[in-house]
Nanobody, 124 residues
Framework: QVQLVESGGGLVQAGGSLRLSCAPS????????MAWFRQAPGKEREFVAR????????YYADSVRGRFTISKDNAKNTVYLQMNSLKPEDTAVYYC?????????????????WGQGTQVTVSS
């Protein structure tokens, strides 16, 4: 069983930066595709970014491309989401997710493992 623990959320002013971390426990995750999703109040959970397990290829939602960077450190068994130029509309609970799937990696349904979420609030 893979357990995911997120950290790094908080309150930041618009234009600021935060770095989220996700540390899976229970097994090494080098073969897993990892992703970040977010859910704002009253909205559905949406894809933010993902990184593949093998080659480390990344992909981003249009709304964050150029501002957010997903990365993974296999030695530390940790995946990161560096968020720059934050906007109030980035306010949400951010979730880390993991899967062994190799396709449809922007869909929440293909991720069986989820963290508890970490709150990110961007003030205007």
């Amino acid at each position: 069983q893979v357990q995911l623990v997120e950290s790094g959320g908080g309150l930041v002013q618009a234009g600021g930066s935060l770095r989220l971390s996700c540390a899976p426990s229970g097994r090494t995750f080098s073969s897993y595709a990892m992703a970040w999703f977010r859910q704002a109040p009253g909205k559905e959970r949406e894809f933010v970014a993902r990184i593949s397990g093998s080659a480390g290829n990344s992909y981003y939602a249009d709304s964050v491309r150029g501002r957010f960077t997903i990365s993974k450190d296999n030695a530390k068994n940790t995946v990161y989401l560096q968020m720059n130029s934050l906007k109030p509309e980035d306010t949400a609970v951010y979730y880390c997710a993991a899967t062994l799937a190799r396709s449809l990696l922007t869909a929440a349904s293909v991720y069986p493992y989820w963290g508890q979420g970490t709150q990110v609030t961007v003030s205007s």
